[in-house]
């Protein structure tokens, strides 16, 4: 098992760092290069384990797929199947998003229970849903998913949440659909946009994403397109909050400042100045603790549930005391325990966790809960807390974040990835 040590915390970070493209933008739009027979030259792609896992899905279903460095080329033009193997879709909750293509492809469609974090129970029931809305029919049986449609046909729906998965889901099942769909109540994510503007390159005819009423207009055919995707805004802040905790000043670039709107006004509200200029963004140093906040997670453009852990990471150490309420996962909270063995006050009842602010973290043996946001935080408690922090369990980590601890040590921080059984021996 792979560990992060932080040798010593409390080190102002200094420096610049070059976001990675989006996960959560390149996984429904590799889902979607299965929607039409074609190649497809995707752009600065993440180089980590999620994407990996996708690019082996698209391979078992028949897909030649080739890097080079961040872009991957996908030629679908031969897929042999319509079937998810199920050692993959435990692996990553996201290969639920070729249920939309391969129906809309090939009427057809097997996958097993999806795997992935475990911040809630996550089901599927609002994808299936919506596509069944979309004429699709399923069955379950020994914990696999059948569906099928000879052809979906385009329809109004009316999502009872705005679920970022689905939507994405339907308007890949849309594209090609019979007529014109119609999603109310649609998540207005920035990775909803760039996979419409994916897939209007691919021919498609998708309006209104990033508001809550998305049309489509179903259409016979599409082609192979080349698209790069936008920068992580969730990796962006995670490195904001680097340069927040350790008071030092870290220049985030290649960001989209709009993406990050709420996660910088918490930042200021903290008490921390931020500098905007084209794409890049600055945390100025500050002198003093940050200031406690009420942060509640909402779908965008609300405060991110996947900036929660991060936060919270930063709130141990605030004046004061501050109420984190999580309104999106129903268990999304374990990364308290570990932090409170940091030295951090906090109190977790059931979707709120209140947290009383101390002067300082103490570095301490940690494990990541299998969550990738939760690792992310304890690392950055690691880098402002006084002494040697370890963080175990790390592959969560690597799931969502590129190059962490390379990004990381170029920012001065005193961070190496090690072997813990390796260590054990040598003990
Ligand atoms: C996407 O997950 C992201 N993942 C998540 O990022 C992110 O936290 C989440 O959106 C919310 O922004 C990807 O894009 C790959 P949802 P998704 O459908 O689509 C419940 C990360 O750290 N729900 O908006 O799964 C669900 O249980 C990951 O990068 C149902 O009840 O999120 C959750 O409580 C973590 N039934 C809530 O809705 C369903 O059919 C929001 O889920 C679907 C979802």
């Known amino acids: 098992m792979q560990g992060i040590r932080i040798r010593q915390g409390e080190k102002p970070l200094k420096g610049e760092v070059k976001i990675s493209g989006s996960k959560n933008a390149a996984l429904p739009i590799m889902a979607g290069t299965v929607l039409e027979p074609g190649e497809y030259v995707l752009h600065d792609l993440p180089i980590l384990r999620d994407i990996k896992v996708m690019r082996a899905v698209l391979e078992a279903l028949g897909a030649v797929v080739e890097q080079k460095g961040k872009s991957l080329l996908i030629d679908t033009r031969d897929l042999s199947s319509a079937e998810i193997p199920d050692y993959l879709m435990r692996r990553m909750r996201a290969s639920i998003l070729f249920m939309?293509?391969?129906?809309?492809?090939?009427?057809?469609?097997?996958?097993?229970?999806?795997?992935?974090?475990?911040?809630?129970?996550?089901?599927?029931?609002?994808?299936?849903?919506?596509?069944?809305?979309?004429?699709?029919?399923?069955?379950?049986?020994?914990?696999?998913?059948?569906?099928?449609?000879?052809?979906?046909?385009?329809r109004e729906i009316h999502l009872d949440f705005p679920s970022v998965g689905t939507t994405e889901n339907i308007m890949l099942g849309a594209a090609k659909a019979r007529g014109n769909t119609v999603i109310r109540n649609a998540a207005r994510e920035p990775e909803i946009v760039d996979l419409q503007n994916f897939l209007n390159s691919m021919g498609a005819s998708i309006v209104g994403a990033g508001t809550d009423l998305i049309k489509i207009t179903g259409k016979k055919k599409l082609q192979g397109t080349e698209h790069t995707v936008i920068p992580d805004r969730i990796e962006a802040g995670t490195f904001l909050l680097a340069g927040a905790i350790t008071r030092g000043e870290v220049k985030v670039l290649n960001v989209i400042p709009e993406h990050l709107e709420s996660v910088i006004a918490k930042v200021r509200e903290a008490g921390f100045e931020l500098q905007e200029e084209g794409e890049s963004l600055t945390i100025l140093p500050s002198g003093t603790r940050p200031n406690p906040l009420d942060i509640k997670t909402y779908p965008y453009p609300g405060f991110p549930t996947d900036m929660q852990p991060q936060f919270m990471a930063l709130l141990t150490l605030a004046r004061g005391t501050s109420v984190l309420t999580e309104n999106i996962f129903e268990n999304r909270m374990k990364h308290a325990e570990e932090l409170k063995r940091m030295g951090a006050k906090i109190r977790v009842e059931g979707r709120t966790a209140i947290i009383e602010g101390v002067e300082r973290l103490y570095g301490a043996f940690v494990e990541s809960p299998p969550a990738l946001r939760a690792g992310a935080a304890l690392v950055l408690a690691g880098l402002a807390a006084e002494g040697e922090t370890q963080v175990v369990d790390i592959e969560h980590i690597e799931r969502g974040y590129e190059n962490l601890v390379g990004k990381l040590q170029k920012l001065g921080a005193e961070i190496e990835v090690f072997n813990v059984e390796e260590e054990e021996k040598n003990a």
């Open 100 to 154: 939309g293509p391969l129906l809309g492809r090939f009427g057809k469609v097997k996958v097993s229970q999806p795997g992935g974090c475990s911040i809630g129970p996550r089901p599927i029931d609002w994808h299936i849903k919506g596509l069944k809305q979309l004429g699709a029919n399923f069955k379950e049986s020994h914990g696999f998913l059948t569906g099928w449609g000879s052809s979906l046909t385009g």
